[in-house]
Every structure is written in structure tokens, then in C-alpha cells.
């Protein structure tokens, strides 16, 4: 203990330690139990008889206390107080169940003088401990700089993650936005051709019945002797006759134009979700078409959509949301196309899953992999300035997510594009 780095010629007669073993305190502590505490007045040097004790250091108000020293039996702590007036620069709590001797400053001087090896040991002890109280600081500093380190990755990862939440809130907000525009000109566009519309085709029948009636009237004039000589004049080249049998036709022409005209109001009505409630049982497939009649109306004529459906139940979804995703998908594709070209649109039910997929493939130019992996990014955009803002399939992926599904782009640059949607039946 104190004689530990004593030489063989340094010793001391049996009567002597039994002085010294007389001194020291005795003490028995519980494992946790502090035995004094950092800032206590020292008036004693330490020993381990049995166990072990831990020095801490307290690092900040609040913070737990930072071990920076273990020390084990057979050994001392404390010694500082003995050789100056000081407080206690650390708190000893037992690490184990322990037996703790105290030896008081009194005492120690007193046999100090009379056995100058106690000097010795105490100072090479102090010599060791210093060494290892400094390995174990640089230790917990390597620690602490390591758990900086640590804490400094996990808030970037959460600034990330908070940011990526902001940046979803805002795409959403804009989702919202875009859905609420398109509902309200549908709306607008819908009421200002819907009254007007009315009118047409109720003139258009009433036209049509009296028309009928005249020209029945006049083929009953037409066919008898009077009528020609008094229709004479106005049948120059068969005129009259050709107006006769013609009528019926330009008035089914009208009707068409008419029909044509309401389908394309219901289509945009059907697109912004005016009908609906939030959450509809849908026809995938009339979802399609009505997304396909919309792009065709604003310029996608000249393309060749193929459209392979299978029989399938009704979806549950929003169907304003299908309809967005599906139109900038499409739409995405008639882009690469570049207005001319071949888009196949295919549906499958998968009935142990109950789920539908949704496969649209292009002909078009393709995408490079660099680009492919940056396709939902918000804002992220190969198109002329003007051409899109670049949240199409932002928007599309987290419409498909919020019913459940998965959505996958496959791409061969310079040969085509393919896009499936996976979708579930039945929303949980």
C-alpha cells in the first residue's frame, strides 16, 4: 500500500506497523455510496483495503459526472490534502462494495517524520496516478470529441430530416394549391359552357322536331305538280332536293359537335374532382381515358396511345389525386415523345394481392441514369424554362404513397421509359 515501491533495506520493525496500522480509520461502504464529494475540505489520505472506488470530475451543471479515475485496492487517494490546505478536487464513490481506511493529516505528518519511505511511496504513487489520470483524460477527451462528433452527424440528420418534412409540407402545399386552381377554372369553365351549352341543345331539338315537320311538308309539295311549278324557281340544279335529303345529316352533325362539347366539359369536371367526394370507388380505366381525352384536347393528337385494360374492381382513392398523378405521368410521356410516337397504357389486377398495376411505357427518348435518380426531387427539372416547375413526380409518388402504393421507373436512354404505378384496392 504506502510501502509498495519501498527497497528491501527500507523497512520497518513489526512494533512500527503496528503504529500505523493502529491509525487508520476503518470503514466499511456500499457499492454507489459516495464517500466524499468534490469541493469537501481534505484532512485525510485514503486507502483501498478491499474493492474499488472511482474518481469523478463534474463536467457542467445538470451534466453527469465524468470518471477520469479508478482506483483499485492496495492503492491510496486523497494525498493532495494532506500536503496542502485544499478541498477535495473530485468525488470518490465506490464502485464496489469496499473496505476504505482514513488516515488524518495529523497522524500522517506525525509518522512522515519518523519513516521518510511513506514520503517516497507517496510520491511515486502521485507520479503514477498522474500518469494514469492523464491516459484517462486524454482518453475521455478522444471520447468526448467522438461523441461530439456523434451528436454533430445526428442533428445534421435531423436538419436534413426536418428540412426534407418543410420541403414536403411545401409540396404539398403547392399540390393543394394546383388542385384548388384547376378546380376552380374547371368550375368557372364548366358554368360559363354548361348554360349557353343548355340553350344549344334544347334549340337544337326544337330545331330539329320543326325542321322535320317542314321538311316533310315540303316533300309532300315537292312531289306534286303545283309544288314544282311554285318551288320551280328555287330548285335550280336540284337545289331543293339536295336540302331535303341533306337536312338530317347536318343536324346529326350538330348533335355530335353538341355531345362532343359536353363530353369534353365532363371530362374536365370529372379531372378536378367536381363530382367527387374525397374518397370514391373509381373505374381505373375510365380514370385513364379521361386523363388520355384531356391531353389529346390540348395538343396530343398526333400521338398513338395503345390501351390494353383487364376487367378489374373499382379502386378506392381520391380521385383527384389518381387523376394528377396520372395526368403528369402521361403527360411526362407525350413530352418524350415530342408530340408524335407511341404511348401503351396497360392495367393488370393481381388478385391474391388485390392490388392494380398501371404500366405506362413510351417510345421516347429515355433518361440517362444520373437524371433518373433525381426524377422526384422537388423542383428537379430537365425541361425548358417555362415547360414545368419539376414536381409532376414529386407530386405522383406521394399521391401513391398516400394510398398505399409503390411507384418505379424504369429507363433506357435514347429508347424508352417505363412507368408502374402499383396500387391497392381497398385502402386500410
Not at 498522474?130 to 452527424?153: D, I, P, S, W, Y
Not at 348554360?195 to 315537292?222: H, N, Q
Request: proline content about 2%; glycine content about 6%.
Amino acid at each position: 500500500m504506502l510501502f509498495l515501491n519501498a527497497a528491501s533495506f527500507e523497512t520497518m520493525e513489526d512494533t512500527d506497523l503496528y503504529a500505523v496500522m493502529k491509525i487508520i480509520d476503518v470503514s466499511y461502504v456500499k457499492k454507489d455510496e459516495i464517500i466524499f464529494r468534490q469541493g469537501d475540505e481534505g484532512d485525510s489520505i485514503m486507502l483501498v483495503l478491499k474493492g474499488k472506488v472511482g474518481a469523478f470530475v463534474e463536467k457542467d451543471i445538470d451534466i453527469e459526472k465524468m470518471l477520469v479515475n479508478t482506483i483499485e485496492e492496495n492503492n491510496f487517494f486523497g494525498e493532495m490534502a494532506i500536503i496542502h490546505e485544499t478541498t477535495r478536487v473530485a468525488t470518490i464513490k465506490a464502485l464496489s462494495d469496499s473496505i476504505i481506511g482514513a488516515i488524518n493529516k495529523e497522524d500522517f505528518w506525525d509518522y512522515f517524520k519518523l519513516y521518510p519511505i511513506i514520503a517516497k511511496n507517496i510520491l511515486w504513487g502521485i507520479n503514477l496516478r498522474l500518469k494514469h489520470t492523464h491516459r484517462n483524460l486524454v482518453r475521455k477527451l478522444v471520447e468526448e470529441k467522438n461523441f461530439l462528433k456523434a451528436f454533430n452527424r445526428e442533428l445534421d440528420k435531423q436538419v436534413n430530416e426536418q428540412t426534407e418534412r418543410l420541403r414536403e409540407k411545401d409540396m404539398e402545399l403547392l399540390e393543394m394549391d394546383r388542385i384548388v386552381g384547376i378546380s376552380t377554372m374547371a368550375a368557372g369553365f364548366a358554368h360559363e359552357i354548361n348554360t349557353p351549352l343548355g340553350v344549344i341543345k334544347s334549340s337544337v331539338d326544337t330545331v330539329k322536331k320543326s325542321g322535320f315537320i317542314l321538311t316533310e311538308a315540303l316533300k309532300s309539295l315537292y312531289n306534286s305538280d303545283e309544288g314544282k311549278t311554285l318551288l320551280g324557281e328555287c330548285n335550280k340544279d336540284g337545289r331543293v332536293a339536295f336540302e331535303m335529303d341533306t337536312f338530317h345529316k347536318k343536324f346529326a352533325r350538330i348533335e355530335r359537335g353538341v355531345e362532343k362539347i359536353t363530353n369534353i366539359i365532363q371530362s374536365i369536371k370529372s379531372f378536378a374532382n367536381l363530382d367527387m367526394t374525397e374518397k370514391e370507388h373509381l373505374d381505373i380505366n375510365k380514370i385513364i381515358d379521361e386523363t388520355i381525352n384531356m391531353l389529346t384536347l390540348i395538343g396530343a393528337k398526333n400521338i398513338a396511345f395503345v390501351r390494353k385494360y383487364c376487367d378489374s374492381p373499382q379502386i378506392e382513392c381520391n380521385a383527384s389525386a389518381i387523376n394528377q398523378s396520372l395526368f403528369n405521368i402521361i403527360s411526362n410521356s407525350v413530352d418524350a415523345v415530342e408530340d408524335e410516337g407511341v404511348i401503351e397504357i396497360s392495367t393488370t389486377y393481381d388478385f391474391e394481392k388485390d392490388q392494380i398495376a398501371i404500366e405506362v411505357h413510351d417510345n421516347g427518348h429515355g433518361m440517362p441514369q444520373e437524371i433518373l435518380r433525381q426524377v422526384y426531387i422537388p423542383f428537379f427539372t430537365t425541361k425548358p424554362v417555362g415547360s414545368g416547375i419539376g414536381v409532376g413526380l414529386t407530386i405522383a409518388e406521394r399521391a401513391v404513397k398516400h394510398h398505399n402504393g409503390q411507384i418505379s421507373i424504369v429507363s433506357v436512354e435514347g429508347k424508352s421509359t417505363t412507368v408502374t404505378l402499383t396500387l391497392p384496392v381497398k385502402q386500410k
